[in-house]
């Protein structure tokens, strides 16, 4: 069973950078692919970026493809996400997710672990 943990929380004025940061524990981090979503008031949880076991693969929703970047550190068992030019409808909580299986082939990542997740709120 792996533990997630968001953080990175913050209020930030459009344009702004934001890194968030999610620390994995209880597994074998390496092994799995590793993605973030989020959910805004009213609406479903939507993908927002994926990274594969290896980290040779990213995948981005188009609605942040160009702005925000996914990298993970295997040695801190950490994903990070990046986000650059924030815009008010990046406001979210945001969720780490793990995959539920290892060496999942790019793309293919199942996500069924969840963290906690985190605030973002991007205001003038």
């Known amino acids: 069973q792996v533990q997630l943990a968001e953080s990175g929380v913050g209020l930030v004025q459009p344009g702004v950078s934001l890194r968030l940061s999610c620390a994995a524990s209880?597994?074998?981090?390496?092994?799995?692919?590793m993605g973030w979503f989020r959910q805004s008031p009213g609406k479903e949880r939507e993908f927002v970026a994926s990274?594969?076991?290896?980290?040779?693969?990213?995948y981005y929703s188009d609605s942040v493809k160009g702005r925000f970047t996914i990298s993970r550190d295997d040695a801190r068992n950490t994903v990070y996400l990046q986000m650059n030019s924030l815009k008010p409808e990046d406001t979210a909580d945001y969720y780490c997710?793990?995959?539920?299986?290892?060496?999942?082939?790019?793309?293919?990542?199942?996500?069924?672990?969840w963290g906690q997740g985190t605030q973002v709120t991007v205001s003038s």
């Open positions: 997710a793990a995959d539920r299986t290892p060496y999942s082939l790019p793309g293919a990542a199942d996500f069924g672990s």
């Open positions: 209880g597994r074998t981090f390496s092994s799995y692919a």
């Open positions: 990274i594969s076991w290896s980290g040779g693969r990213t």
